[in-house]
Nanobody
Framework: QVKLVESGRGLVQPGGSLRLSCQMS????????IAWFRQAPGKEREDVSC????????HYKDSVKGRFTISRDNAKSTVYLQMNSLNADDTAVYFC???????????????????WGQGTQVTVSS
């Protein structure tokens, strides 16, 4: 059974940092592209960053480039999202998801993501 569990929710001040984790189980880690999505109040869900299945390349949405870093620990079957220089626009529920049908490109393909976590809240506020 595929299972994805996010953790790391929190309230952080503008300019602060937070690290999210996504613990995965029930599937072969190497066979899936892995992504972080987020959904802000009143907005559609959007992808933020992903790691491609084909070669492990990290991809980022323009608005988070240089601030967010996605990484994976294969031994722990865990993917992380390190978020720095947070601002109010980053406030959202963050989800991790995996897709087995994507190759090098893994951003902009939300409908291809097969399995999702339950989400974790990130609030950036002073």
């Amino acid at each position: 059974q595929v299972k994805l569990v996010e953790s790391g929710r929190g309230l952080v001040q503008p300019g602060g940092s937070l690290r999210l984790s996504c613990q995965m189980s029930g599937f072969d880690f190497d066979d899936y592209s892995i992504a972080w999505f987020r959904q802000a109040p009143g907005k559609e869900r959007e992808d933020v960053s992903c790691i491609s299945k084909s070669d492990g390349t990290a991809h980022y949405k323009d608005s988070v480039k240089g601030r967010f870093t996605i990484s994976r620990d294969n031994a722990k079957s865990t993917v992380y999202l390190q978020m720095n220089s947070l601002n109010a626009d980053d406030t959202a529920v963050y989800f991790c998801a995996v897709a087995d049908g994507l190759g090098y490109y893994c951003l902009g393909y939300e409908r291809h993501y097969n399995y999702w976590g339950q989400g974790t809240q990130v609030t950036v506020s002073s």
